[in-house]
Nanobody, 119 residues
């Protein structure tokens, strides 16, 4: 049973920073691709960032490039999202997701953590 638990969300002023964590109960965490998604009120869930199984390849949506950094620590079964220069439009519930090697879609999702950026 795969479980993903996000933490680190909260309220921050515009321009501030937060670091989200995603703790995974996956026996073979190092063989899973991981991603961050977000959903703002009244909007569809959108892709934020992704990292491959080893951490050697990352991808970001254009709106967060240069501000957010995705990383992972396979020894700790944990993925991170460092968010700097936060903007009010970054306000959303942030979800982590996992997919095993060979999967095209993310199969496992966390419960989400709220990030609110005040102007």
């Amino acid at each position: 049973q795969v479980q993903l638990v996000e933490s680190g969300g909260g309220l921050v002023q515009a321009g501030g920073s937060l670091r989200l964590s995603c703790a995974a109960s996956i026996r073979t965490f190092s063989s899973y691709g991981m991603g961050w998604f977000r959903q703002a009120p009244g909007k569809e869930r959108e892709f934020v960032a992704a990292i491959n199984f080893s951490g050697s390849s990352v991808d970001y949506t254009d709106s967060v490039k240069g501000r957010f950094t995705i990383s992972r620590d396979n020894a700790k079964n944990t993925m991170y999202l460092q968010m700097n220069s936060l903007k009010p439009e970054d306000t959303a519930v942030y979800y982590c997701a996992a997919k095993s090697v060979g999967m095209q879609r993310y199969a496992y999702w966390g419960q989400g953590t709220q990030v609110t950026v005040a102007s």
